[in-house]
């Protein structure tokens, strides 16, 4: 690259997708902030701020490396690729192609992620998946099949305009931090701003009314707001007779919903539920957010269900300040769902298990009998391989060592593989268990497109070359894809995008010329070339609502015999699996290590001081952390940050039916102390 | 109209973004810091007094106002006696390497361009602007009346 130069780049942090520009000064970078970007006026929380200090990091993998033994040895890009996919056909040979198992990356490009589930899918393997399982996959399912589409419906900036924000196991200044300037700007112009979360937290402070409800029983609050705002006739019976169907279901269940009941097990007051209700039913435009809080729980797809039930019931959605918006984790993980990369669904959200879509797919793709979905998901993957029924896997940039639940047996799982190959900047705790690693260029090194949680896709400019032998991912999935006999060549990102044109309706009118002319970007729904973008959904159309069916085991364990309820989550320095805000010298002091909030109240019945060491026991592994004396934490549970090996080790969960998203924060421990 | 930096106190998140910035742009050394309780966080930095302790307790006459009536310490007449880090009722000023202290001088670099300090240009929240008195005063007044609807 040239010296003195300046390129736009997105982020490669959360699903805001804020902008800004890189700076090259011979070998020096640095960032000049957009201050008229729509995402947050050019502001960028710590993470966004520390991001270029990646690019030249010392820890960057530079070479393709190669296990022999328990050495790496370096080898040429030509030698490290011919052998991976020698041993991948051999695989495919000896056990069939649905034995090789594909992890995408929710923070690589869509062209990148595109091609990638191309490849698995044209290898014969239906077992693609990536990390929107283990976070948004309930929205995916609930939104799809009630809204009609599975993504936030306003742009975040919206949130300016509501009059009422509702936020459910968010913690919105702590995870996605630009969000926040919004909600002020709404509560500036009188907005009410009301927070279910069983912690007091950061976000918790921005609130008028907090609903502190006991962890896992939100059904029980939308549903009891549902109630009231039935009871009072506060439902918008327009919008509820023009635009949606099976109110009547939903009306016979709420008249045998007990109210009572319901409140004594969220651990409210009726008064604060009434109060919430009214506020949100009667503002005149009105936001809900949620979060992991709401996704990731064994009913987590009835709990999203329920969160539309209840915008729908009070018709806020479809209009400036009215809508759902699932703030999704990671820079592109809209963009990875959009692509296709899961095990259900094919780009454009076609149903992985419908002959008819394979067909259409197929035709574009030249090439019959592509697999049948749905395959295996993230955490599935990692079961099926302890079954023997995956005998590989190619990893693209994702950590499931330190993101997935039940660490431990991810780890058996990995090792129990016969070939294992990782794409990755970092030598991550899952890359150690890889056979052949692959050095990627970083998100400044190439170029492609993302798509952040507002559905808002950007051209990311290439900044600098990468170091060493570094090479985009787009290019490593090209050049398998050839000595897979895949296909012919490595295509460009250009082509790759009008390829997506084709295939995925939403991107029809994305092209890469539009893209990188476009200061903004565009906001799928764009079905054509003259089509200016869809930056609010539903504003026409109908919905359906849904009857629930929903219930809480409550196996009444928690408070005796030092079983705790743990809660995990993120810190606003961290990010997901560590692996690269951990060796960021910028963050990783502010909170260097994984400790464990506990009530003052619980501490002194256990004699416990600020720094005293306890064992957290799991069902299935254990783990040693330091204790931090936190009144925000409600008495008889624990918050752990996720961002830290040895966390998910603790971490045993069951799946939910609908989406297999693992329930996370339905976790429970034991604590001794040591 | 001549903008200052100034602080809406209720909107930190304690983020410490600015920290980040303002190190990154001040060659490792972060001349803001936020300080948090338990309900409540800001960030601090030098307020830029009108009529500066540092500035009084200065015997070198090291620390002087500029044309833009920010507070900067001339590191060359500077001897490094920490009397001005004990002076400040901010805490705004600390002591760095060879015992040099280290305020925040306004972002000279970029304001002299017309452009805005890097910690208000990175907030995520807006709880550090960079604008008028006049305009800031026009917006407490207006969030005052918030909940009158």
Redesign the interface.
């Known amino acids: 690259m040239k010296t003195g130069s300046k390129s736009k780049v997105i982020c490669p942090f959360c699903g805001a997708g804020c902008a800004f520009f890189i700076v090259t000064k011979g070998n020096s970078l640095?960032?000049e902030?957009i201050?008229d970007h729509p995402v947050?006026l050019?502001?960028?929380?710590?993470k966004?701020?520390?991001s270029i200090s990646i690019v030249k990091h010392p820890d960057r993998l530079k070479h393709p490396l190669v296990k022999k033994g328990n050495e790496w040895i370096e080898l040429p890009w030509n030698d490290a690729l011919n052998l991976a996919a020698e041993k991948l056909l051999d695989i495919k040979k000896r056990y069939g192609a649905d034995s090789v198992g594909f992890l995408a990356s929710a923070r690589a490009t869509n062209e990148e992620i595109y091609l990638f589930q191309k490849l698995a899918r044209l290898f014969g393997s239906p077992h693609i998946d990536h990390c929107a399982r283990l976070c948004h996959a309930p929205s995916l399912v609930a939104l799809k099949d009630m809204l009609g589409s599975g993504a936030m419906t306003n742009p975040i900036s919206d949130l300016a305009n509501s009059d009422c924000i509702f936020v459910l196991g968010s913690n919105f200044?702590?995870t996605h931090?630009?969000v926040?300037?919004w909600v002020?700007?709404a509560?500036?112009?009188?907005a009410v701003v009301i927070v279910a979360d069983p912690r007091r937290t950061?976000t918790t402070?921005i609130a008028d009314l907090h609903l502190q409800l006991r962890s896992g029983s939100d059904p029980y609050l939308l549903y009891a707001m549902m109630k009231v705002i039935v009871d009072r006739g506060l439902c918008d019976y327009q919008f509820v007779r023009e635009r949606t169907e099976g109110f009547d279901d939903l009306y016979r269940w709420l008249h045998s919903f007990d109210l009572k009941e319901a409140v004594e097990f969220t651990g409210l007051s009726e008064r604060e539920i009434v109060a919430a209700a009214c506020h949100y039913a009667e503002a005149y435009s009105a936001a809900l957010i949620y979060c992991m809080g709401i996704t990731q729980h064994r009913n987590g797809t009835e709990n999203v269900r329920a969160c539309a039930n209840l915008a729908l019931l009070c018709g806020k959605v479809g209009a400036p300040g009215s809508g759902i918006f699932p703030l999704r984790g990671q820079n592109n993980v809209q963009g990875a769902c959009d692509m296709g990369a899961l095990a259900d669904y094919l780009p454009g959200y076609a149903d992985a298990s419908n002959h008819m879509e394979l067909k259409k797919l197929s035709r574009v793709w030249e090439k019959s009998d592509l697999p049948l979905g749905p395959g295996y998901t993230v955490t599935e993957m990692t079961n099926a391989s302890l079954n023997g029924k995956i005998k590989a896997m190619v990893i693209l940039g994702e950590n499931p060592v330190v993101s997935d639940p039940e660490a431990s047996g991810v780890k058996k799982a990995l090792e129990k593989l016969e070939f294992l190959l990782v794409i990755d900047l970092f030598m991550t705790e899952t890359a150690r268990y890889a056979d052949i690693l692959l050095p990627a260029a970083c998100w400044a090194e190439k170029e492609g497109s993302y798509t952040n949680t507002e559905r808002r896709v950007q051209w990311s400019e290439k900044a600098l070359d990468p170091d060493g032998d570094a090479k985009p991912d787009l290019w490593i999935i090209g050049e398998l894809g050839k000595r897979l006999k895949i296909w012919g060549y490595t295509p460009r990102p250009d082509e790759v995008l009008r390829e997506i044109n084709r295939v995925v309706p939403q991107y029809g009118g994305i092209t890469p010329e539009r893209l990188r002319l476009s200061k903004n970007g565009l906001i799928w729904p764009c079905q054509n070339e003259s089509h200016p973008g869809t930056p609010i959904l539903h504003q026409s159309g109908r919905f359906k609502f849904h009857t629930p069916q929903f219930a809480i085991e409550d196996k009444g364990k928690i408070g005796k015999n030092n079983i705790f309820k743990l809660i995990t989550g993120r810190l606003?320095?961290h990010y997901n699996s560590g692996s690269m805000s951990r060796r960021l010298s910028?963050?990783f002091p502010?909170e260097p290590i994984a400790s464990v909030s506990i009530n003052p109240e619980d501490a002194a019945a256990l004699g416990l001081k600020n720094g005293d060491e306890v064992k957290l026991i799991g069902e299935s592994g254990e783990g040693i952390f330091q204790i931090r004396l936190d009144?925000s934490v409600p008495p008889k549970t624990l918050f752990l940050p996720f961002h830290f090996p040895g966390v998910n080790d603790v971490v045993t969960v069951g799946l939910d039916t609908s989406s297999r998203t693992p329930g996370f924060k339905d976790a429970e421990c034991r604590l001794e102390v040591v | 109209m001549k903008r200052l930096l100034l602080i809406r106190a209720e909107r930190c998140i304690r983020c410490r973004a600015c920290e980040v910035a303002c190190a990154r742009e001040h060659g490792g050394q972060s001349r803001i810091t936020v300080v948090e309780t338990e309900c409540i966080a800001w960030p601090v930095s030098c307020r830029h007094c009108k009529v500066a302790p540092c500035i009084h307790v200065c015997y070198r006459e090291a620390i002087r106002y500029d044309e833009r009536d920010m507070v900067i310490i001339d590191e060359n007449l500077c001897t490094g006696c920490g009397l001005c880090e004990l002076a400040c009722p901010f805490g705004a000023i600390t002591m760095v390497e060879k015992q040099k202290p280290s305020k925040c001088d306004g972002c000279q670099h970029l304001v002299l361009d017309g452009k805005t300090p890097i910690c208000a240009l990175t907030c995520p929240s807006g709880a550090i602007v960079y604008e008028s008195i006049e305009a800031y005063e026009k917006q407490t007044r207006i969030s005052f009346f918030s909940p009158v609807r």
């Not at chain 1, 509560?187 to 009188?190: A, E, M, Q, S, T």
């Open positions: 640095n960032i902030y201050s947050a050019g502001a960028l929380c710590p966004g701020n520390s200044a702590e931090p630009v926040s300037r002020w700007d509560k500036d112009r009188g950061i402070r606003v320095v910028e963050l502010y009144v």
